[in-house]
């Protein structure tokens, strides 16, 4: 019933390192577009479409459908098709959509071109299996990180038929909103997740397939309350222990070898303030 994805650029591995996956910021340039996509965001390994690991995002929106009940698989975008004669509902995952991250604005307004990620993230919506599905009724819902760029983007979400975007922490509302696009009910054009629905710990299930690079989460929120950023609305939440391991196992029972902790400040581990806990940091 459900399928999810995400473009291109996000469905790699990024040759082992994250850090090269910045090589997608860039917009087309002197070099040829096949060759940059190898150097900078080849393909990730597939088993009949189903990727070998995908962004931890999409993994987290994957492992609460599950949790709920839905009918869902994760596919790589280049073998949607394959899998698009049954769904209903297909989630989006997106990091930087129109290019408006620093590093993608300022390489764009260099060389004055939309930057690879903000290409591929267009080209998918436009894939031919999606605009065919839209026509007997399947529901585009996005998320992610990068959500909160349609609001100064609001007549892509007409143009391109998304008919949900949703921004934030999302475990607590995605199976509401699914559910009802599923019945056919109406969906808000763009749900922002309020504070009171952020997930607590026992709320945030564990991963079910590896992440790319064996990216895990340590902890959500920010304790500093800078008022440009969005994140520090959000309450603090430190991972225990036993939380990060067992997600550091689904990658190893994955093949994943390697492991990149991820927090809005990982030095910040365990402590309730900017002063680091040295004793949970270095546990």
């Given at each position: ?108 307004a ?14 998918l ?22 959500a ?64 790319i ?60 303030n ?10």
């Amino acid at each position: 019933e459900v399928l999810l994805t995400c473009d291109r650029t996000l469905m790699s591995n990024y040759h082992g390192n994250e850090f090269i996956g910045f090589g997608t910021c860039a917009p087309p340039n002197f070099i040829p577009e096949w060759f940059y996509g190898f150097l900078f965001f080849p393909p990730i390994k597939t088993s009949k479409g189903f990727p070998s690991a995908a962004p931890y995002g999409l993994r987290k929106a994957e492992a609460q459908l599950l949790k709920e009940g839905f009918n869902v698989v994760t596919v790589s975008p280049d073998h949607i098709g394959e899998y698009m004669s049954e769904a209903k509902i297909i989630g989006i995952h997106t990091m930087d959509p129109f290019g408006l991250g620093p590093a993608s604005s300022t390489l764009a307004a260099i060389l004055k071109k939309e930057p690879y990620l903000a290409k591929h993230f267009r080209g998918l919506l436009v894939n031919p299996a999606i605009k065919e599905a839209k026509k007997r009724g399947l529901k585009i819902i996005v998320g992610g990180p990068g959500a909160w760029q349609f609001r100064y983007r609001p007549q892509f979400i007409e143009k391109s038929g998304i008919d949900c975007v949703v921004e934030g922490e999302a475990e607590n509302v995605i199976g509401k909103i699914f559910k009802a696009a599923l019945k056919g009910e109406d969906i808000p054009k763009h749900y922002e997740v309020s504070i009171r629905e952020a997930p607590s710990l026992k709320d945030i299930p564990d991963i079910v397939q590896p992440s790319i690079n064996g990216l895990v989460e340590v902890g959500r929120g920010c304790c500093r309350g800078c008022e440009f950023c969005n994140v520090t609305l959000r309450p603090l939440r430190w991972y225990p222990y036993a939380k990060i391991l067992r997600e550091m196992n689904v990658n190893i029972a994955g093949g994943i070898r390697g492991c990149c902790l991820h927090a809005e400040d990982v030095m910040l581990y365990g402590s309730k303030n900017t002063s680091p806990d040295d004793e949970k940091l270095t546990r």
